[in-house]
């Protein structure tokens, strides 16, 4: 299993493991260092235990013919809904008003993020201080403007989730918008009654790619990790999906994904037409 792509967390947030017998040798050249190198070694140990029980609860699930995935939980934005060219054309116009240059590479970063990784994002590149903030500012309101009347679904976005219902699974959401704007576009869009459960930006402290909102999300749905499918468009939110030992299902939207993270998925769609019959596959 390729582990270097995981990146780096906050190793406070994942499951303790006792390090007194742990046998660093077996890494090789990995060294007891400092702290955090130990819970990094922790936490690939915990990642790579996770992989070979889940193989196994696999194989015990196919041989009895069950279906191994019991929830599909959801991206919102650019997975169902079609925010992220809204959004792009949110970023540059408001950046345009205030007679800033912003390029689509910058625009590509924040996909997937939080706001707070976001405005992290653009103090990195303009500083702290008025312009980032002024940018930041300026798109929440254009964005929230152009919301009202030019979003639309992705396609097959309704279609897949009446057939997941039907089918029996638990269908549910993990979105990194925060709850007020989240609500008021899955209602514009007609989606809003079409989840058992919800996981919004606000209920974790770390956005993704942490995997702490899929973590959420499949303890709030009643599934463990391994019986819950997470559909994604972004690196950011596969990776997190991905890290929460998950099946990630991916729907590339503006950026396509890295190699290594589109091998790490469970499938990488064209549209999501496709995804009822690619859940129903895996057993």
């Known amino acids: 299993m390729e582990l270097q792509w995981l990146g780096v967390w906050d190793y406070s947030t ?30 690939d140990i915990y990642v790579i235990y996770k992989f070979v029980t889940c193989s196994r609860f696999a194989a015990t699930q196919a041989d009895e013919g069950a279906d191994m995935i019991k929830a599909v939980i959801f991206d919102m934005d650019g997975t169902l809904i079609d925010t992220e060219r809204l959004d792009m054309r949110a970023w540059k116009v408001g950046a345009a008003e ?5 390029d689509d590479a910058l625009i590509h970063q924040f996909i997937g993020r939080s706001n707070a990784d976001v405005k992290d994002i653009l103090e990195a590149h303009y500083g702290k201080g008025e312009t980032a903030d002024a940018i930041f ?14 979003l639309e679904l992705k396609a097959g976005a309704a279609e897949c989730l009446d057939e997941l219902l039907a089918a029996g699974y638990h269908v549910g959401l993990a979105t990194s918008s ?4 989240a609500e008021r576009n ?6 809003f009654d079409k989840f058992e459960t919800v996981t919004f930006g606000e209920d974790v402290a770390y956005g993704k790619p942490d995997p702490a909102i899929y973590l959420l999300a499949c303890e709030r749905a009643g599934f463990a990790p391994e019986e819950c499918a997470v559909v994604e468009d972004s690196r950011n ?22 190699q290594d ?23």
Do not use: W
């Open 137 to 150: 500012a300026r798109n929440i309101e254009l964005h929230t403007e152009m919301a009202k009347t030019d």
């Open 14 to 43: 994942f499951p303790k493991i006792k390090p007194a017998k742990i046998n660093l040798s077996l890494f090789g050249r990995l060294r007891h260092k400092a702290s955090v190198y130990v819970a990094k070694v922790q936490y």
């Open 178 to 181: 925060r709850r007020v704007a």
């Open 237 to 258: 939110g596969c990776v997190s999906g991905i890290t929460a030992v998950c099946h990630v299902f991916a729907v590339p939207d503006i950026v396509p994904l890295p």
């Open 186 to 191: 899955l209602k514009t869009v007609g989606l």
């Open 261 to 283: 993270v589109a091998d790490g998925c469970e499938a990488v769609l064209d549209t999501l037409f496709d995804l009822a019959a690619a859940v129903k596959a895996v057993r």
């Open 98 to 102: 205030l007679g800033i240059t912003i």
